[in-house]
């Protein structure tokens, strides 16, 4: 039944596709997002739908989409120079097979990126990309929410709709997302005009957040605690009223402490005692092997090539006898262990060259919301909504870079797509002072003699 009502969603946008392409846009946000073929039996799991909604988008915006002063933005180009060398590291890759399996949809990922900027021509496509994003993201978070008020959750316990630990369905990776969104549900909150915010909206919203965060309790991920301090932080800058909003910040935490479940305070102790958990050796380990592999390696291993890693970490343990506690050193050896950060993936897959135009992309990006921020803090009627806008944008990039500290995302599609917002909003932004600032020249008429 769920393949039927998604072929027939994919039928009925083909419908009326020529005529509105950027549905395609949504279509393609809304698959690589949610990835409804993982939760499909027969029909989709065999339909390359990601491909299809792809070549539809790009036809229909060569076909039918206004063109008129398409201007690309220096991390457009700053993308496809990732993308390009990536191809190169694949072609050279320590193993060649197992990478072309990444390639496959890194490549896609930011071809899209790149493609993004260029249909958000209007506020309006801005928004709804952005409300795409945010509801196929909250597809996700809500049942993870709901699991968690009726189980509390756990560390690889919480099941979101299926068994696939990969993409956003991954505990750490979706409570990075879902408290990166945060402050893109409070923008709708109140300058939404697809919904606009009556009371309705803005309890949905609430909830929304309230599910959100839920999600780093649920799956007990000490990345996702890290992302709620962050968020909690960067909030201030905005908070008209600081001090009642640091008054009430308190508040609320020492009511929720006592309603934590055991499992997520327990694992959020491990934080201070982290040589004493595997986990987090483990990626010490691995950061000082990729550190290593990068000084022979300059240009990186190609994808997977944390694969040829073996390393040995030291775990300590306290055991308590007769009153006395005795420390006790466990020395472990593992190989083919994961990266688990975004830094040391781009690192040790692509070397020195690829780290830089990852770095660069994502500062940018970050630069550019802080110059539209404040250039639009006192901004003209209609345009209030930018500065607040351009803030969440940042806000959420910023917690994505946290969170990809401990989580090896540096090519996760639903981030290339808020980048692809941002670049999106920044060129609109950049026509519409254009189109203020041209003044057509008349010739001065004569007085009547």
């Known amino acids: ?40 039996y027969l029909l989709l799991n065999s339909i390359p739908i990601s491909m299809i909604a792809v070549g ?17 933005a220096p991390r457009q180009f700053l993308i496809l120079a990732l993308l390009g060398y990536c191809y190169y590291t694949t072609r050279n890759a320590d193993f060649k097979l197992e990478s072309l399996d990444k390639w496959e949809w890194v490549w896609k990922a930011l071809a899209f990126a790149a493609f993004l900027p260029l249909t958000l021509r209007t506020k309006l496509r801005i928004e709804s990309l952005l409300l795409f994003m945010v509801l196929s993201a ?33 505990g750490s990776t979706i409570s990075t997302v879902a408290i990166a969104i945060i402050p893109l549900i409070l923008w709708f909150s109140r300058f939404g005009t697809i919904f606009p915010p009556d009371w309705k909206v803005k309890g949905f919203c609430y909830a929304l957040i309230f599910a959100c965060l839920l999600i780093p309790v649920g799956t007990s991920t000490r990345t996702g605690l890290l992302c709620i301090g962050l968020l909690a932080l960067l909030m201030i800058r905005d908070a008209k009223r600081k001090m009642v909003y640091l008054s009430a910040l308190g ?14 305070t327990e694992r959020m102790g491990t934080i ?11 990626r010490l380990a691995v950061w000082q092997w990729t550190i290593a592999y990068a000084k022979d390696h300059p240009l990186g291993g190609g994808f997977e090539a944390y694969r040829q890693n073996r390393i040995r970490f030291e ?16 020395l472990e050896v593992d190989q083919a262990r994961a990266y688990h950060s975004a830094y040391f993936e781009m690192l040790g897959e692509q070397g020195y060259p690829g780290l830089a135009l990852w770095l660069a992309i994502n500062v940018i ?17 209609g345009e209030e909504w930018i500065s607040p806008l351009a803030s969440a944008l940042q806000n959420g990039h910023i ?5 990809a500290t401990f989580i090896a995302i540096a090519f996760q599609p639903f981030v290339y797509m808020l980048i692809g917002a941002q670049i999106g909003l920044d060129t609109y932004l950049g026509r519409k002072r254009a189109e203020t600032a041209w003044r057509p020249l008349r010739r001065q008429k004569l007085a009547p003699a």
């Open 272 to 282: 201070k005692t982290y040589q004493g958990d595997a986990s987090a050796s483990t």
């Open 315 to 330: 775990t300590v343990s306290v055991v308590e006898a007769g009153g006395q506690a005795t420390v006790g050193r466990n």
């Open 365 to 381: 990006g970050i630069f550019r919301m802080e110059v539209l921020r404040r250039r639009y803090r006192k901004p003209e009627p």
């Open 251 to 264: 508040c609320l935490g020492l009511v929720a402490i006592p309603f934590l479940p055991a499992s997520f």
């Open 1 to 40: 039944m769920r393949d039927l009502a998604f072929v027939a969603f994919l039928f009925a946008l083909l419908g009326t596709g020529f005529r509105r392409p950027f549905l395609f846009v949504l279509a393609y946000a809304y698959i690589d997002i949610v990835s409804p073929q993982r939760l499909t």
């Open 56 to 72: 539809l988008a790009v036809l229909g915006w060569l076909a039918m989409d206004d063109k008129r002063d398409v201007r690309m």
């Open 399 to 403: 917690i994505y870079m946290l969170g």
């Open 138 to 170: 909250a597809s996700i978070i809500i049942v993870g929410g709901i699991k968690t008020l009726a189980s509390g959750g756990g560390y690889g316990e919480l099941n979101l709709m299926v068994s696939n630990n990969s993409g956003l369905y991954e």
